[in-house]
């Protein structure tokens, strides 16, 4: 890619039916690209379509990341578009719990879509990236993979794993031309963070934790994803990026709050 045009390549987009996947399908459709959204809810994704510019030109493949023949879809269905150009594999999933008390499939679940559904994408992506002459994948990561957040521990050993990959994939393939980021958000207003706002003391410790005291919206990270897949990065490979207000320069919020609210003293307290 010579300039800051996506025209003539396609992207793919993991968990691109809303939040921060909605906005960022949206900036590299508007940078020129055409867009294969991939995510579990067929409604959503037909919306997402439907408020991209020039929605004919736009795919989805309705699936779970989790799945690799889902993603091996998702690159065929691109391919058959243009050229692959970009992958952002967003798609997450997270929950709330202390560790003790965590059953084993649960943490299994947020390994498999974060973890795994990043690895699907940057498998069977990178491999067609390269092939089209080279591109840019991106990951969303987290805070929450720099920083311990009690009583998330799945969460951010998925987050801190992806961003290994990350820069594990950035080294192998950057020989093929294909660079490999991830951004880390932080507190960001989705629908996926709503309890994170509706609780006034978690919500007033995260900005606490922020230098710049305001929480993200999702054209924040969506301007991260943009550049660092746009040929003005072109010489940036293997970077986790905090785009948090600078959160990362603290600790992780404190959700004691919801832990004691759902599990007791005891298990807050690591008393099982």
């Known amino acids: 890619m010579t300039d800051y045009s996506l025209e003539g390549r396609s992207a793919i987009v993991t968990g691109g039916?809303?939040?921060?996947?909605?906005?960022?399908?949206?900036?590299?459709?508007?940078?020129g690209a055409a867009v294969v959204l991939v995510g579990r809810s067929e409604e959503r994704l037909t919306d997402a379509i439907g408020a991209l510019?020039?929605?004919?030109?736009?795919?989805?493949?309705?699936?779970?990341?989790?799945?690799?023949a889902t993603?091996?879809?998702?690159?065929?269905?691109?391919?058959?578009?243009?050229?692959?150009?970009?992958?952002?594999?967003?798609?997450?999933?997270?929950?709330?719990?202390?560790?003790?008390?965590?059953?084993?499939?649960?943490?299994?679940?947020?390994?498999?879509?974060?973890?795994?559904?990043?690895?699907?994408?940057?498998?069977?992506?990178?491999?067609?990236?390269?092939?089209?002459?080279?591109g840019a994948m991106c990951a969303i990561s987290s805070i929450a993979g720099l920083r311990t957040h009690r009583f998330m521990g799945p969460y951010c050993t998925s987050k801190a794993a992806i961003d290994m990959l990350v820069r594990n994939t950035a080294d192998e393939l950057g020989i093929a031309g294909v660079r490999v980021n991830s951004v880390c958000p932080g507190l960001v207003a989705t629908e996926l963070a709503e309890a994170l706002?509706?609780?006034?003391?978690?919500?007033?410790?995260?900005?606490?934790?922020?230098?710049?005291?305001?929480?993200?919206?999702?054209?924040?990270?969506?301007?991260?994803?943009?550049?660092?897949?746009?040929?003005?990065?072109?010489?940036?490979?293997?970077?986790?990026?905090?785009?948090?207000?600078?959160?990362h320069l603290r600790r992780g919020p404190n959700v004691e709050p919801f832990a004691r609210a759902l599990y007791g003293d005891d298990?807050?307290?690591g008393r099982a």
């Open 17 to 31: 039916g809303s939040g921060i996947g909605r906005a960022c399908a949206q900036r590299l459709a508007s940078d």
């Open 53 to 68: 510019v020039d929605p004919p030109r736009h795919r989805y493949v309705a699936g779970d990341v989790g799945e690799e």
């Open 71 to 134: 993603m091996e879809q998702a690159v065929s269905t691109a391919q058959a578009l243009a050229p692959l150009g970009v992958a952002l594999a967003n798609a997450g999933s997270g929950g709330l719990g202390p560790l003790i008390a965590t059953p084993a499939d649960e943490f299994d679940r947020v390994m498999r879509t974060n973890l795994n559904g990043t690895f699907f994408t940057f498998k069977h992506a990178g491999a067609a990236i390269a092939r089209a002459g080279g």
């Open 197 to 247: 706002f509706d609780e006034p003391t978690v919500h007033d410790d995260y900005l606490d934790c922020m230098p710049i005291r305001r929480t993200g919206v999702v054209d924040d990270i969506a301007n991260a994803v943009g550049f660092l897949c746009s040929a003005q990065a072109s010489w940036i490979t293997g970077v986790n990026l905090p785009v948090d207000g600078g959160h």
């Open 267 to 269: 298990l807050a307290e």
